[in-house]
């Protein structure tokens, strides 16, 4: 059975920073693609950063110099460190696994950035 789950979202300032951490079990953690994707009310699901089994990586536009994604292997664990942070950024965020066709999602983590 798949599994991965997020943690480490909540309320923060702005300016403020949150670390998201996405911990997968039941898949070979090494071989996949992850991702970390966003989606704000009304809005649709976009992909935020992405970390390829090689160590690629990617980032949106809104969020270049201001977060970072890495990897732990060894953890079987991705993280998304989230600076600088502001109002836009309130989405619930979530954890993707992805190889080739194989797409697995976590329950998603609510970041909410307000004064």
């Known amino acids: 059975q798949v599994q991965l789950v997020e943690s480490g979202g909540g309320l923060v300032q702005p300016g403020g920073s949150l670390r998201l951490s996405c911990v997968a079990s039941g898949i070979s953690f090494s071989t996949y693609a992850m991702n970390w994707y966003r989606q704000a009310p009304g809005k649709e699901r976009e992909l935020v950063a992405s970390?390829?089994?090689?160590?690629?990586?990617m980032y949106a536009d809104s969020v270049k110099g201001r977060f970072t994604i890495s990897r732990d292997n060894a953890k079987n664990r991705v993280y998304l460190q989230m600076n600088s942070l502001t109002p836009e950024d309130t989405a619930v965020h979530y954890c993707?696994?992805?190889?080739?066709?194989?797409?697995?999602w976590g329950q998603g983590t609510q970041v909410t950035v307000s004064s």
């Open positions: 993707n696994a992805q190889r080739g066709v194989q797409s697995y």
């Open positions: 970390i390829t089994r090689g160590g690629s990586i």
